[in-house]
């Protein structure tokens, strides 16, 4: 026995608004068609937040789900990690209204905002914090209300995107579950995709609301082209990084963005990779920093990931931003 802490996930949960809302249903909205949006995506149909429905209601929801595979209670957790970019205000913090939602008396709770690649953010932090010995038990939330900074008159983007959450609980651990993790960014690229109107640069005026600025604006062939490059590095190192190769790895789960940019990406990671893709953007779209942890639970859910199995998670989002990860589900 080494002594060393490790972290492990020890359990998962994941929640989707009851609203379903297909892609005849958008192209009453805009000029779209079932045949473009999932031919270019993959995407069928996503979920949408009833009207009352918040981002901390979505996230408490999966959180719950967790709680109850992990076997804790709120008095267990000694930390609550909630990445998202559409949280209920800029503060408090959306992870103050989980922690008095679920009773988590002695946990600190802030939110991480990175996009898509803010779960694996959320992961980070919560292993160097638990493998330090600082906590024991960190509740790790993925969520997003789209739908609510989406532009409905913009059909290049409003047809990707859907609301959804995804939660774990991590422990300290005798045996390593969290077997490598890698994070990026590249400031360089902010431009491409962004929620302009989001903080003080531009404070809700007249000309915000006109030129739809608290609204994702995305220039998606720029960022296709990147997200591949990218993806596929970050696969690459977190794989290495835990001393594996690809043909050790059991399930992949990808940021869920994009059929054509995961497909690229595992044609490039290797020969029979897509086999091992845990995919569910057809039913979902691309919920953000919910789109890997709620893929994750529900695979887990269904049997598709089994005790043993090292799962590598990748991930691409706006900052730019990226992130890897392979864990061992215990
Ligand atoms: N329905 C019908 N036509 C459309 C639609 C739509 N929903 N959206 C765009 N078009 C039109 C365009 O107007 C354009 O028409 P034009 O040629 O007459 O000007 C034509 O379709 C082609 O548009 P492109 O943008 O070039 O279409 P493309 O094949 O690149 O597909 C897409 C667009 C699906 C957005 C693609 O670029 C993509 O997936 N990019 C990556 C986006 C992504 O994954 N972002 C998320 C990653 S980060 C994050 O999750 C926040």
């Not at 249903?25 to 999932?38: K, Y």
């Not at 267990?76 to 998202?84: K, L, Q, V």
């Not at 995305?218 to 993806?231: L, Q």
Request: hydrophobic share 45%.
């Amino acid at each position: 026995m080494s002594g060393r802490i490790y972290a492990a996930i020890t359990g998962m949960g994941h929640y989707t608004p009851a609203r379903v809302m297909t892609n005849e249903d958008m192209a009453q909205l805009v000029d779209t068609s079932d045949e473009w949006i999932s031919s270019r995506t993959g995407i069928r149909q996503r979920r949408i937040a009833a009207p009352g429905e918040k981002t901390s209601d979505m996230g408490i929801a999966a959180a719950r789900m967790a709680m109850a595979n992990a076997g804790v209670t709120g008095e267990d957790i000694d930390a609550i990690y909630f990445a998202t970019c559409s949280g209920d205000m800029l503060f408090p913090a959306t992870a103050c209204f989980v922690q008095q939602a679920i009773g988590a008396r002695r946990a600190y709770g802030f939110d991480l905002s990175s996009a898509c690649a803010g779960f694996l953010m959320a992961l980070e932090v919560a292993t160097g914090a638990i493998e330090s010995g600082r906590i024991r038990t960190a509740l790790v939330i993925g969520a997003e209300k789209l739908s609510a900074i989406t532009d409905w008159t913009d059909r290049s983007t409003c047809v990707l995107f859907g609301d959804g959450a995804g939660a774990a609980i991590l422990r300290a651990s005798d045996r390593p579950g969290v077997l490598s993790t890698l994070l990026g960014v590249d400031g360089s690229h902010a431009d491409i995709l962004s929620l302009p109107a989001s903080g003080t640069l531009h404070p809700a005026s007249e000309r915000t609301l006109r030129e739809h600025l608290q609204y994702v604006h995305m220039s998606g062939g720029e960022t296709f082209k990147i997200a591949v490059n990218t993806m596929v590095n970050a696969a690459r190192e977190a794989v290495a990084r835990a001393g594996l190769t690809f043909d050790d790895i059991q399930c992949m789960i990808p940021h869920q963005a994009n059929m054509r940019i995961v497909e690229a990406v595992a044609k490039r990671l290797g020969p029979g990779l897509m086999e091992r893709v845990y995919l569910n953007l057809d039913r979902y779209g691309n919920t953000s920093a919910a789109s890997i942890p709620l893929a994750f639970s529900e695979a887990v859910s269904l049997g598709k990931v089994k005790s043993g199995d090292k799962v590598l998670m990748v991930a691409f989002g706006g900052g730019l931003s990226w992130g890897g990860a392979v864990v061992e589900w215990l």
